[in-house]
């Protein structure tokens, strides 16, 4: 099971990342690889972890023709991930081979992606999308649990409408998540992870805000504290 709390290990080499993971020690159990730990060290980090117990999502945001995305689904799932993530822009024929090919991995979760954190409306029409970014959000998150993926990553701003848009039991992951006390970052729709818990997050992400963390344990622990289970929040935390 995916904790609350994932961690994303964006760290240049395999040495860096799994420091972190032994500072966090047993109170975290999930973490986030993406591209460039990926880029780096190849799967093995990915067995690493796995075999170590914790939970992994592998960050891939998979944007191919549907062959390839379901290929690289199922290699995931042989790694033993337990989420993987595809744009949901790429279309109905990949989200749906996408899920199709999860369904071989009963704890494989797919997640679609949206609209990247870091952009706003005035960003949108460069890439040819009409703002805003709420209607693009939840276009795209429609799409994306109607071709069966089990979950959304979207910004908390996004989560609030997407919690009481999308059928109950769906995964809503947050990323763009600061700490009290950060500073700024290139993350444009940020919040706090008490926001977006009282949002309707199942789970954020964070990254710098632990891995910079003159004290990673710490900012953990506040971090995993205001995404506790306070009876209100949604059933799958
Ligand atoms: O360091 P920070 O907490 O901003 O890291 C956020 C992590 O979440 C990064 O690994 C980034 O790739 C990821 N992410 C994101 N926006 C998305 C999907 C993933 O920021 N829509």
Known sequence: MVAPVIVALDFPNRASALALVAQLGEACSSYKIGMQLLTAEGPSVVRALVSAGHSVFLDLKLHEIPNSVASAISAAGHLGVHMVSVHASAGSAVLRAASRAASAFPDLKVLALTVITSLTDSDLPEIGLQPSVRAQVE?????????????????????????????????????????????????????????????????????????????????????????ADTGAGNPLT
């Open 139 to 227: 276009r795209l998150a429609r799409l994306a649990i109607s071709c069966g993926c089990h979950g959304v990553v979207a910004s908390a701003h996004e989560a609030t409408y997407l919690a009481s848009m999308l059928p109950k039991g769906t995964l809503i992951v947050t990323p763009g998540i600061q700490l009290a006390g950060d500073g700024a970052s290139d993350q444009a729709r940020v919040a706090s992870p008490e926001m977006a818990k009282a949002a309707g997050a199942t789970h954020i992400i964070i990254g710098r805000s632990i891995t910079n963390s003159p004290d990673p344990s710490l900012a953990f622990a506040a971090a995993k504290a205001a995404m």
